[in-house]
């Protein structure tokens, strides 16, 4: 297997500019997550999808972040526009819904830095 | 609302020393229990897991229970290697349904540095 499929892995960007994070879950998960982690929140969920829809977005901090996931094999998460707050790693996790196999795995991260 | 709690890192050994991250909760209903593992520059990785009181989850020298008299699930090791330096995320899932199902709560986290 694969494994969750992140990209880009490191990205840089001036504040104001658009970021598109991408993310390529296990191929028949379907639950799909976004996390941001920062030094001083620790890890956060920011939104989580069940078969392509979004479930619970109550984490996304404001109106400048979107996420999609037009198929059960993509999901995005946009910054629009950007700003250095926004720098973090933002992970995507992927999950079967079966009760056995309920492990979240997660993808190696995108290390944003917003300048 | 679900939360959870670990002891404040970092934490420093020797090698071949024993180790102990305590981990405690706060859920509603029966949740299940995992200890997560981050090493540098990587994603978290499942260590353990245990779903139900009593059970211990168990992999590659690390253990813990669930206590559900405490609402502990402390993490130890017997004897810890320099490889085990990383940052470990202890964190529940409740198993009620509605839009909660498959949510992980983590907890802080605890950066474990261990010198040879």
């Known amino acids: 297997d694969a494994g969750v499929i992140q990209s880009p892995r490191h990205e840089v960007t001036e504040m104001g500019q658009e970021v598109t994070l991408r993310c390529k879950p296990i191929?028949?998960?379907?639950?799909l997550f976004w996390y941001r982690q920062t030094m001083m929140r620790g890890l956060e969920l920011l939104i989580y999808f069940n078969n392509n829809v979004p479930i619970d977005d109550s984490g996304m901090p404001e109106d400048r972040f979107s996420a999609k996931m037009p198929n059960a094999s993509f999901s995005t998460l946009k910054i629009q526009p950007s700003e250095p707050r926004d720098s973090a790693v933002y992970f995507c996790a992927s999950s079967f819904t079966d009760y056995s196999r309920e492990t979240q795995y997660f993808g190696p991260g995108t290390r944003l830095l917003v300048l | 609302g679900n939360s959870v709690t670990q002891m404040e890192g970092p934490v420093t050994l020797s090698e071949e020393a024993f180790l102990t991250i305590n981990c405690t909760y706060t859920a509603t209903g029966y949740p299940s229990l995992f200890w997560y593992v981050q090493y540098p520059g990587e994603g978290l990785q499942l260590l353990l897991k245990?779903?139900?009181?009593?059970d211990k989850g168990s992999n590659k020298g690390f253990e813990a229970t669930y206590r559900k008299e405490t609402t502990s699930f402390h993490l130890e090791k017997g004897s810890v290697q320099v490889s085990d330096s990383a940052v470990y995320f202890c964190?529940?899932?409740?198993?009620?349904?509605?839009?909660?199902?498959?949510?992980?709560?983590f907890g802080q986290g605890t950066i474990l540095t261990v010198h040879p």
């Open positions: 964190a529940l899932r409740t198993n009620a349904g509605g839009t909660s199902y498959g949510k992980l709560t």
């Open positions: 245990a779903t139900k009181a009593d």
């Open positions: 191929s028949g998960h379907d639950y």
